[in-house]
């Protein structure tokens, strides 16, 4: 079906906008000349053109090193119940190969207590807390401590849970900046680290003053500042920060200040309190580690108005919940005890079992080490555990999501050289990465420095070559969530290519040396399942994804997620899934697969030869496009180990098949050659897959699974593409024929 509706152009006179009045009659034969010109496109083979002139290879990768999977938290219940042979037998079956394993601790503002067992810094059981890295027992399980001098309502991991203690209610808790952002542990002055609270006042209101109830240790030196844009975290460049006419501090003395910041009332919904010297005072947790005695600490916070004669008038909405008034905060102290836990917010596998159980099929994986919200005497100890137990490890993360914590670049880059040094005591050769930003597809931009620079990864490579740290960046790594929840539509499937392919510029524009790989360590279509996912829609995405990336010279993909997590609510009430099987709901029993079940395989299992053999990737082609100038079929060439050029061939059109011809072009020899002899052809569409939704989840059927056939092709062969289908096209080259 095609919809064409009578285009309408306008025009001005006497300056008013009028519509063009185009007849009826030439409507219609407008609306047909449409319908007949892309019928006879549709109508006509399409040829896919393949470069393979030696010199333009596009990218080189490894299956068993390149096409992956990331396993995240999960309740414990589903991890007894997934990590089963039987279960994890249907998962390998999607064919991906190393493991990924996410760190969602830091997420939410938590401590990974890796290891149950280990060492408090203070004697009476609290503190910074030390993972044991001598084996004993197996950890099956492992969980986040919640952090109580948290400062931030929420940030993009946190959703709605817990909350700041900044605004909380509670004089007796407090907000404290980590002590590893300060001259002890950068060997910098603090003022090269500011530290920083944001508070949003929710709308515009004329205020004139702030109270701060400090804490130990207190801020010497601050400014207290508003934002002339619009969202100073979500747009940081579209904007500046001012300090109000009273509100710079150069002598802080600590305890209730009250800072009348302008002479008259002003409207304001954001405000900074940027903080360069503290006092270096010890908080209530004692002055026996230095670690308590250095940053910043504020117990609450008052915004509002002061009168003449000093009444002050609190606009601030203070409650230990998420209704409070929301503030974020520039990182906060790993500090906590045991009275913090909370089994219910989720579990980390445990390290034994992610490795003993099979999921990483004896491979080395992808390990995370907890930095934002840690220590880097615990992360050198579970790197010392892991290398004791003789797991292997392919390369290791940084923290997790700094960009969605709202840290600057360098901070995050400091504490980034702090752990890579304690790594490093423990195992020179290992691999380090980072930032692991969350999904974006344009450059992450910041508050500006001193020098103007806003790109967040450009600062961050820079600090580490200003500090002779750039060797320790072995690999850049980030998460893929194309989509905005609840705006996908089946145009979007068109964006995709262009979306993966451009996010390799940004960073390499940004400074990311070439020779440093780029890994995508987490992906999927968006942040927020809904019905694309487990729709056909979400095999053909994911098709597209991996080749384009692949070809734009990324290094590594790993999808996520690679263990069942459930039918749930999404987008608009939709209901979808990270991950490739439907459950059920109570007893996490895999029911069915979903279609990107089938597009793994065709992807791991069919366009690439598994196992440790290179491929070259070449660019590939078609020349159909529908009216709009969208790109009806897309393809991924590659030329395997075992000699077989196999494209990976995705039909974009939802109600048309098409018919293909493939040219492979040397430019060298100036030569077009083809398939020839027998051509394997496996083909996953809507004749295979439909997924029938309802209000307890849905399920597919027909459900798989792809169709497999061979034929007898020559230079003539046109190759069949039903509508909405992934195929892959498997075969040898006949012999040269010059042009």
């Given amino acids: 079906m095609i919809s064409i509706s009578a285009s309408r152009k306008s025009f001005r006179e006497g300056g008013v906008s009028r519509p063009l009045h185009i007849p009826l009659s030439r409507r219609i034969i407008f609306a047909w000349v449409l319908v007949l010109t892309f019928a006879a496109l549709v109508a006509r083979a399409q040829t896919i053109h393949v470069d393979i002139t030696p010199d333009h290879v596009a990218n080189k990768f490894i299956p068993n090193q390149a096409l992956g999977a990331g396993i995240d938290r999960m309740p414990a219940p589903a991890i007894d119940k997934l990590f089963t042979e039987e279960a994890l037998q249907k998962v390998l079956s999607a064919g991906w190969q190393p493991v990924s394993y996410r760190q969602n601790t830091e997420l939410h503002i938590e401590a990974w207590h890796w290891n149950p067992k280990g060492a408090w810094s203070d004697p009476s059981g609290k503190g910074y807390f030390t993972s044991s890295s001598e084996p004993t027992e197996i950890i099956r399980h492992s969980y986040g401590y919640p952090l109580p001098h948290r400062g931030a309502t929420r940030n993009d991991g946190t959703d709605a849970t817990g909350y700041g203690r900044l605004t909380d209610g509670d004089v007796n808790t407090y907000w404290k900046s980590n002590p590893y952002l300060t001259r002890m542990f950068t060997g910098e002055d603090d003022s090269s680290h500011p530290q920083w609270i944001v508070i949003d006042l929710a709308n515009p209101l004329a205020i004139n003053a702030i109270r701060i109830a400090w804490a130990d240790p207190y801020a010497k030196r601050y400014r207290v500042q508003y934002w002339t844009g619009e969202q100073p975290i979500v747009q940081p460049a579209k904007g500046s920060w001012i300090t109000f006419s009273g509100g710079a501090v150069e002598n802080g003395a600590g305890g209730i200040a009250t800072l009348k910041l302008a002479p008259v009332p002003m409207p304001v919904r954001f405000l900074r309190i940027w903080m360069t010297e503290s006092s270096n005072t010890c ?169 103007g620079r806003t790109s967040w990864t450009r600062r961050f490579v820079d600090y580490l070559r200003d500090h002779g740290h750039l060797k320790d960046l072995a690999f850049f790594a980030f998460e893929h969530y194309p989509y905005v929840p609840c705006t996908v539509t089946w145009n979007s499937l068109y964006d995709e290519p262009r979306l993966v392919s451009h996010i390799v510029d940004v960073w390499h524009d940004d400074g990311v040396p070439r020779d440093v790989p780029l890994f995508i360590t987490e992906s999927n279509i968006s942040w927020q399942a809904d019905e694309s996912f487990v729709d056909i829609f979400g095999a053909l995405w994911l098709a597209d994804y991996v080749g384009a990336f692949l070809t734009a010279g990324g290094d590594a993909v790993y999808y996520f997620h690679y263990l069942p997590m459930g039918i749930h609510h999404g987008c608009n009430n939709s209901m979808g899934t990270f991950g490739m099987f439907t459950t059920s709901e109570k007893d996490f029993q895999i029911l069915q697969p979903t279609s990107q079940f089938f597009a793994s395989q065709l992807i791991n299992l069919e366009w690439v030869q598994p196992g440790s053999g290179e491929h070259r990737l070449f660019r590939a082609a078609g020349d159909l496009q529908d009216p709009a100038g969208h790109s009806l079929v897309t393809a991924y060439a590659t030329l395997r180990p075992d000699g077989q050029y196999s494209l990976l061939v995705v039909n974009r059109d939802q109600w048309n098949d098409h018919k293909v011809r493939i040219s492979f072009h040397d430019d060298k020899t100036n030569s077009e050659r083809y398939l020839t002899g027998p051509v394997a052809t496996t083909t996953f569409g809507r004749a295979q897959y439909q997924w029938h939704p309802d209000a307890k989840g849905g399920s597919a059927d027909p459900d798989g699974p792809a169709v497999k056939s061979t034929l007898n092709a020559g230079a003539d062969t046109s190759f069949e593409l039903p509508q909405a289908s992934v195929v892959v096209i498997r075969g040898s080259l006949g012999s040269k024929a010059g042009k």
Wanted: glycine share 8%.
């Fill in 283 to 451: 908080d209530s947790h004692g002055s026996e580690d230095r670690r308590n005695c250095v940053g910043f600490a504020i117990r609450e916070l008052y915004v509002g108005t002061v009168s003449s004669n000093g009444d002050f008038h609190d606009s601030i909405l203070h409650t230990p919940d998420q209704a409070q008034t929301t503030t974020w905060c520039s990182s906060v102290d790993p500090w906590h005890e045991p009275a913090n836990f909370d089994p219910k917010l989720g579990d980390q596998v445990g390290l034994d079992l992610f490795y003993t159980s099979g999921a990483t099929r004896g491979l080395p994986a992808m390990i995370p080490i907890a930095m934002v919200f840690n220590i880097p005497e615990d992360a050198a100890n579970q790197i010392a555990y892991l290398e004791k137990r003789k797991y292997p490890i392919s390369y290791v993360e940084m923290g997790e999501e700094p960009d969605g914590q709202f840290m600057l670049p360098e901070d995050y880059a400091a504490l980034y050289v702090q752990f890579a040094d304690a790594l490093h005591k423990v195992d020179p050769a290992l691999k380090l990465g980072g930032p692991v930003f969350t999904g974006q597809n344009e450059d992450i931009v910041v508050w500006p420095d001193a020098q």
